[in-house]
Nanobody, 120 residues
């Protein structure tokens, strides 16, 4: 079994910062693309940021210039540094990754999510 666990969410005032972490564990052989999504109540799930294994990144226009995605392959981890937060960033943030297991099965894995709430 492989799993992703997010951490780092919480309540922050507008203009503040948070750093989210995503850790893969279990029978992991290799982690490929890692992504952060978010979903606010009543809204569709939105792709926020993507990072490939070699470090290429892509961002949604809504967060470009404010959010930074990074990863540490040796630690099977991804991070999302979020600056200049606004109430519109309030959502559950979910980590997603393409993972190959130790039995060489490819899986699309989701974490359970971490709540980010930005107060005005």
């Amino acid at each position: 079994q492989v799993q992703l666990v997010e951490s780092g969410g919480g309540l922050v005032q507008a203009g503040g910062s948070l750093r989210l972490s995503c850790l893969a564990s279990g029978t992991v052989f290799r982690v490929y693309d890692m992504r952060w999504y978010r979903q606010a109540p009543g809204n569709q799930r939105e792709l926020v940021a993507t990072i490939t294994r070699d470090g290429s990144v892509n961002y949604a226009d809504t967060v470009k210039g404010r959010f930074t995605i990074s990863r540490e392959n040796a630690k099977l981890s991804s991070y999302l540094q979020m600056n200049s937060l606004t109430p519109e960033d309030t959502a559950v943030y979910l980590c997603n990754a393409k993972i190959t297991t130790t039995t060489f099965v490819s899986r699309d894995v989701w974490g359970q999510g971490t709540q980010v709430t930005v107060s005005s």
